[in-house]
């Protein structure tokens, strides 16, 4: 099993930048592929990011792709988002996520997740 907490959210103007860290416990972090989904007020869930467990491949959702990196340090078994010239509708509670599948944007395949940190963009 691993553990994850997020930290990094908060609440920043539109235009700014925030980055988000995925820490994780437990077992090795390099076992697990990582991603980043978001719920924004009265939405469902979404997919933001995913990256494989060497850090070698990355999948973005197409709407945030050149706003948002996402990254990883497995000797620190950190997980990062880095979230560029943000907007309002950004604004969320954002999750890590844990697989030992491959990436995937399907919510169904990640059996491990944080209990979300809070991103609020002001206009």
């Known amino acids: 099993q691993v553990q994850l907490v997020e930290s990094g959210g908060g609440l920043v103007q539109a235009g700014d930048s925030l980055r988000l860290s995925c820490a994780a416990s437990g077992r090795p972090f390099s076992s697990y592929t990582m991603a980043w989904f978001r719920q924004a007020p009265g939405k469902e869930r979404e997919f933001v990011a995913a990256i494989s467990w060497s850090g070698d491949s990355t999948y973005y959702a197409d709407s945030l792709k050149g706003r948002f990196t996402i990254s990883r340090d497995n000797a620190k078994n950190t997980g990062y988002l880095q979230m560029d010239s943000l907007k309002p509708e950004d604004t969320a509670v954002y999750y890590c996520?844990?697989?030992?599948?491959?990436?995937?944007?399907?919510?169904?395949?990640?059996?491990?997740w944080g209990q979300g940190t809070q991103v609020t963009v002001s206009s």
């Open positions: 996520a844990a697989t030992t599948f491959g990436p995937t944007v399907a919510q169904v395949y990640y059996g491990h």
